[in-house]
Nanobody, 127 residues
Framework: QVQLVESGGGLVQAGGSLRLSCAAS????????MGWFRRAPGKEREFVAA????????SYADSVKGRFTISRDNAKNTVYLQMSSLKPEDTAVYYC????????????????????WGRGTQVTVSS
């Protein structure tokens, strides 16, 4: 089992940047695919980005491609989401998630592919 704790959220103006971090407990962090999801007010939780166990393969939602970058540091048991050129529509609670059993691949965008979740961190982008 792995416990996930997100940090780095906050209030930022449109066009600004933030970096989210997700710290994982346990000694098996490098066996999990890691993902970021978000839930905007009144909407369902949606996929943002994912990264393979080694960090070689990444995947992004079309809405964030070219603006967000996911990375991981397996030595620090941490995954990051660098967010740039932020827009008001990026306002949401951002969740970190871990998926087991995918080898070096990345699961599909469904949240049901992920086994463990953090509690989320709020990101608010003002116009």
């Amino acid at each position: 089992q792995v416990q996930l704790v997100e940090s780095g959220g906050g209030l930022v103006q449109a066009g600004g940047s933030l970096r989210l971090s997700c710290a994982a407990s346990g000694r098996t962090f490098n066996t999990y695919v890691m993902g970021w999801f978000r839930r905007a007010p009144g909407k369902e939780r949606e996929f943002v980005a994912a990264i393979s166990r080694s960090g070689i393969t990444t995947s992004y939602a079309d809405s964030v491609k070219g603006r967000f970058t996911i990375s991981r540091d397996n030595a620090k048991n941490t995954v990051y989401l660098q967010m740039s050129s932020l827009k008001p529509e990026d306002t949401a609670v951002y969740y970190c998630a871990a998926a087991a059993g995918y080898g070096e691949g990345i699961p599909g965008y469904s949240e049901y592919n992920y086994n463990y979740w953090g509690r989320g961190t709020q990101v608010t982008v003002s116009s």
